[in-house]
């Protein structure tokens, strides 16, 4: 059965495992999957119909690897990745003329082009082109980590080339920003030069900016930013709010199902709703949340709310700087409702355990952690504090079992699925924590 991705049909891209299975299947594995995690950490609850996402044109971002060469640079997969050897990659549409292919075959440092993956979405895909002509036209050496004569290990190849990789995001109204990763400064003065010509092929690019990592790591991005054009990050208007996504952002991939999780979030903690899941709950209990791990904002914007005070504690200060954004718009519009709600609406750059144990705990907290999930301190706390509701938001069922295991003065009350990674073994989980 073809899978609607080439990709995954040659093998030569094995980011999206259950792709070949029919969509309602892939969903309804990895939801009985999270399920039973979550069951056998916490006991019985009420587990809600999980929510869907189209299958492509839906990811948000993409983080590509250079590769190939200056004439030829390919976008995607690393060398690594690559199913045959260079010789056969040769052969392949990346490589536009003979000669080219010659030079491919001097060089294993091709890796798999994606420019044509689906998931991606349309103003995404539509970008390549022009992105792969600037490299070109501004002379950007790919890295380079296969080792030549007299070198024998990554550490001494890793000398060769200055862009690592390119990432792209896109809006929901088609804007661009594109990030550069580069070993050092060392090609900013041409990237500078030539940047009004991609602005002209690109008109909807709106922020440019090039990331700095020097060090050969897993992690594919350092923590050094220079915004190179006058807007600084991209405007996610959502329903109800506006997010503000930078340079080192971290926001969910799929767009569509993030504003169906932030929405769920709302509805779960309008006052009628929680008190016929949680009788114990009062009309008057939700007047203080904390939003943990807080990212640009999305959580604590969709839970603002008048006579609420919200405060949204991230320990990235470029994260916190763009909430603070996401709150001077919801301030600026019209309804007096949206007005009162971010006058209630706080964002803090601190360590979220540093935070949470220096203060006395609210009636709602949210925590939204990386894939590690709480750690061991954290939630430690949570399970000792006060809190009569926790909403726990992850995108790995395993660590929030692990977590819910050492939260047990918590019962999960009820939960549901949200896949934001269609064809990958990953989803989404959102679950309301009740103190027992």
């Given amino acids: 059965m073809l899978s609607g991705c080439h990709y995954h049909d040659d093998q030569s891209c094995p980011s999206c495992p259950l792709l070949s299975l029919p969509y309602a299947d892939q969903l309804s594995l990895k939801a009985e999957a999270a399920r039973r995690d979550i069951l056998a950490a916490s006991g019985d609850f009420v587990w809600l119909p999980p929510v869907a996402s189209p299958q492509f044109n839906i990811r948000n971002v993409t983080k590509m690897v250079v590769s190939g060469t200056v004439a030829n640079p390919i976008l995607g997969l690393p060398p690594s990745f690559a199913k045959s050897n260079h010789s056969a990659v040769a052969d392949s549409s990346a490589v536009a003329d003979s000669s080219a292919a010659i030079e491919m075959e001097l060089s294993p440092n091709f890796g798999v082009d994606l420019t044509d993956c689906p998931l991606y979405l349309p ?17 950007l050496v790919p890295y380079d980590l296969t080792p030549r004569k007299g070198r024998t290990t990554p550490k001494a ?56 990592h020097p060090e050969h790591k897993a992690v594919v991005a350092g923590s050094q930013n220079i915004v190179l054009t006058a807007q600084a990050s991209l405007p996610f208007r959502l329903p109800g709010f506006t997010l503000f996504v930078g ?14 999780l932030y929405a769920e979030a709302k509805e779960w903690l309008q006052s009628q709703t929680l008190a016929n899941d949680y009788p114990a709950n009062t009309a ?28 949204g504690v991230e320990i990235a200060e470029p994260a916190i700087a763009n909430a603070l954004l996401a709150k001077a718009e919801l301030a600026t519009r019209p309804d007096v409702i949206s007005q009162q709600a971010a006058s209630g609406l706080d964002f803090v750059a601190d360590d979220a355990f540093q935070f949470a144990e220096t203060r006395n705990p609210p009636a709602v907290i949210v925590v939204n952690p990386p894939r590690r999930g709480l750690g061991s301190y954290l939630a430690t706390w949570l399970n000792q504090a ?32 949200f896949d934001m990674f269609p064809g990958s073994d990953h989803l989404e989980v959102l679950a309301l924590l009740a103190r027992k």
């Fill in 284 to 311: 008057g209990s939700l007047s203080t949340v904390w939003d943990l791990f807080s990212g640009i904002g999305g959580f604590a914007l969709a839970l603002a709310a008048p006579n609420r005070q919200v405060t």
């Fill in 386 to 417: 006060n809190v009569p509701i926790i909403l726990y938001s992850s995108c790995n069922p395993t660590t929030l079992s692990k977590d819910l295991l050492a939260m047990q003065n918590y019962q999960v009350i009820k939960a549901r699925a």
């Fill in 123 to 139: 103003a995404i895909r539509a970008a390549f082109p022009a992105l792969k002509a600037f490299i070109t036209q501004a002379q």
């Fill in 157 to 212: 190849a890793a000398t060769r080339g200055e862009l690592k990789n390119v990432f792209i995001t896109a809006s929901p109204d088609d804007e661009l920003m594109i990030q550069f990763v580069l070993r050092s400064r060392a090609d900013e003065a041409r990237i500078r030069s030539r940047l009004p010509a991609l602005l002209s092929a690109l008109p909807n690019l709106r922020v440019v900016s090039l990331n700095i």
């Fill in 247 to 260: 340079p080192g952002s971290f926001f969910q991939t799929n767009t569509v199902v993030a504003a169906a």
